[in-house]
């Protein structure tokens, strides 16, 4: 079943087209790679899509529903969750406060309740101490928090912006395993952002490819990391 | 000092606040008057701050409190007792109204309007003199709440000043705790999460209006008198923020613990120095805001938490 759909999405910051005519699908229980050299509109497309920035053009549907011009808060309530690449925690809440916000406000749990499914997730996500400052958390706690947090909304659709930058390659592995139960168990439409294309082959059945802002190539990763444009896009943009 | 020497402190303030009014004279209970609707009041700046929103506009709202208040006792002929719930009601309308354009507004931007607009408050009822009385002001002919009864009125504002810590209780309390720490922390991921912004924003500024236009309603019906330039005074403005300063943001004891130290310092310099007085307290708000951005409060707090504080 599709899950999510852009019909010719388009973002233009003022002479820029961050964004241009991008047209794909997500199905239930798939992740997906969202590839492309620095700067192809990567983060954009996933600003364009959890509603934190409106479109120029085109359109957005959510399990049929068009969502294009609904708030971020409202998208968060149906089931579209993310994480951030510039990381942002709320540091003025603890770590488990921090995954609370989803359970309250875009499932609007008690406060009792809430606390109960963000220890949960916490504990699904092998995070301890949870009444600790966000301040004393490491790299990988982070990231952790970061995914618990975009769990907390309970969502049907998640978007992972390189959750794993930044972190060594036995946490990366950690968090892929964990990535791949969440998204199983969750029956969740995942796309995934990340520059390391050893964890794209890992973790996902399918990949799209931006390249300022279009969208270039889609399939299997096997097939796109061999496609010619791909690969000349890459060489070009500077980042192999 | 740690938590139950806070938990002490609020508990022996809280019986002095009871008791006072059996033994204390007339000038004791109005200083006392003074320092409690300070108190309210910055508490009720203090709650809307938990958002990240710094407003200016304390006065302002004191200003529509009062004045509501007092207009519906001498034009409408409404009960005393009725025109303090009903400035809090008046303030809350007209904060909902105002809200829905200037919530739009963060920062800097946010306080200036809120500061342009008390004065246009001002202005208006300076202006409107049939209805308001102009610059002279308004008079309540029937004479001071409760005849003018000095422990009475402290019961008064003592009332009106639970208010405040009840409100400013189920905030810390309640989601809307969670709502307003992660707006001010960061809109964009408070969005992600599902939080309406500009509800919960509104939310914070309609109840924080009302208790404001409450204590302007209390303030007026003590005074049975009103005047633009008594009533908008910048004085309910700089005064609560100050206070909040030093006992600390974010929290319902800081106001309390800088209204008090404040207060009191305050009016004991007005005894010392009845000229400079307002030079030296200026003085201290100065370097409150310099070398304790955190307040007193952080004082209060245990030492592996006053570091956390501090970077916060
Ligand atoms: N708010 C904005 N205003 C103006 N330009 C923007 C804005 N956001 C992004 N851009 C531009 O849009 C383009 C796409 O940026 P985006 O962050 O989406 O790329 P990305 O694929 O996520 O890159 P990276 O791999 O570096 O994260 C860039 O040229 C960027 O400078
Ligand atoms: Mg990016």
């Known amino acids: 079943m599709i899950k999510l759909r852009t019909t010719n999405l388009t973002k233009r910051f003022m002479g820029l087209v961050a964004v241009n005519n991008v047209s794909f699908s997500m199905e239930e229980g798939e992740i997906l790679g969202i590839i492309g050299p620095?700067?192809?509109?990567?983060?954009?497309?996933?600003?364009?899509?959890?509603?934190?920035?409106?479109?120029?053009?085109?359109?957005?549907?959510?399990?049929?529903?068009?969502?294009?011009?609904?708030?971020?808060?409202?998208?968060?309530?149906?089931?579209?969750?993310?994480?951030?690449?510039?990381?942002?925690?709320?540091?003025?809440?603890?770590?488990?406060?921090?995954?609370?916000?989803?359970?309250?406000?875009?499932?609007?749990?008690?406060?009792?309740?809430?606390?109960?499914?963000?220890e949960n997730l916490c504990h699904e996500l092998g995070l301890t101490d949870l009444e600790r400052d966000t301040s004393r958390l490491t790299i990988l706690e982070v990231k952790k928090m970061e995914i618990a947090r975009a769990l907390a909304n309970e969502p049907e659709v998640l978007f992972l912006d390189e959750v794993m930058a930044g972190l060594n390659s036995d946490e990366t592995k950690e968090l892929i395993a964990m990535v791949q139960k969440i998204a199983r168990e969750k029956n969740l439409a995942v796309g995934v952002v990340e520059h390391v294309m050893g964890v794209i082959r890992e973790l996902t059945h399918r990949v799209i490819v931006l390249e300022a802002g279009e969208l270039i190539a889609e399939g299997k990763y096997e097939e796109v990391s061999r496609n010619p444009r791909v690969i000349e896009a890459y060489l070009g943009g500077g980042a192999a | 000092m740690n938590r139950t020497l806070v938990r002490i402190l609020l508990i022996l303030i809280a019986v002095a606040a009871v008791a006072l009014p059996a033994f204390a004279g007339d000038y004791p209970l109005q200083v006392a008057r003074n320092i409690m609707l300070y108190m309210a009041l910055a508490i009720s700046w203090d709650m809307l701050l938990r958002s990240g929103q710094i407003s200016f506009g304390i006065a302002g709202l004191f200003g529509i409190g009062a004045y509501a208040a007092i207009l519906g006792v001498v034009r409408a002929g409404m009960p005393?007792?009725?025109?303090?719930?009903?400035?809090?009601?008046?303030?809350?309308?007209?904060?909902?109204?105002?809200?829905?354009?200037?919530?739009?507004?963060?920062?800097?931007?946010?306080?200036?309007?809120?500061?342009?607009?008390?004065?246009?408050?001002?202005?208006?009822?300076?202006?409107?003199?049939?209805?308001?009385?102009?610059?002279?002001?308004?008079?309540?002919?029937?004479?001071?709440?409760?005849?003018?009864?000095?422990?009475?009125?402290?019961?008064?504002?003592?009332a009106g000043l639970l208010v405040a810590i009840a409100a400013s209780y189920w905030f810390e309390k309640s989601r809307i705790h969670f709502a307003l720490t992660a707006i001010r922390n960061n809109e964009i991921s408070a969005k992600s999460s599902g939080v309406d912004i500009f509800r919960w924003l509104l939310l914070a500024f309609v109840v924080t209006s009302a208790i404001q236009g409450m204590l302007g309603g209390i303030f007026v019906m003590s005074y049975g008198f009103a005047a633009p330039d008594v009533v908008f005074s910048a004085d309910f403005t700089l005064l609560p923020l100050a206070m909040a300063l030093l006992g600390g943001v974010y929290s319902t004891r800081g106001p309390i613990f800088g209204a008090i130290l404040l207060g009191l310092v305050a009016e004991w310099l007005k005894l010392k120095i009845p000229y400079g007085h307002l030079v030296v307290y200026g003085i201290m708000i100065i370097i409150v805001i310099l070398f304790m951005p955190q307040g007193l409060k952080n004082l209060l707090k245990p030492a592996a938490k006053r570091a956390e504080g501090r970077s916060a």
Do not use: C
């Open chain 1, 38 to 118: 620095n700067g192809a509109g990567k983060t954009t497309f996933i600003n364009l899509i959890s509603g934190i920035i409106m479109p120029s053009e085109g359109r957005i549907e959510y399990k049929g529903q068009d969502i294009t011009w609904m708030p971020a808060h409202e998208r968060a309530r149906i089931g579209i969750a993310r994480t951030y690449q510039l990381i942002h925690p709320l540091e003025n809440l603890t770590l488990i406060e921090n995954v609370m916000v989803g359970s309250i406000f875009a499932r609007g749990h008690s406060l009792k309740e809430g606390r109960r499914r963000a």
């Open chain 2, 80 to 158: 005393t007792w009725l025109s303090i719930p009903f400035a809090a009601v008046f303030a809350a309308l007209v904060a909902f109204l105002i809200g829905f354009v200037i919530l739009r507004l963060r920062a800097m931007y946010f306080s200036i309007v809120t500061l342009a607009l008390g004065e246009i408050f001002r202005i208006i009822v300076h202006n409107l003199h049939d209805f308001t009385g102009g610059p002279e002001g308004v008079v309540m002919q029937q004479g001071v709440m409760f005849g003018g009864n000095a422990s009475k009125l402290y019961w008064l504002v003592l």
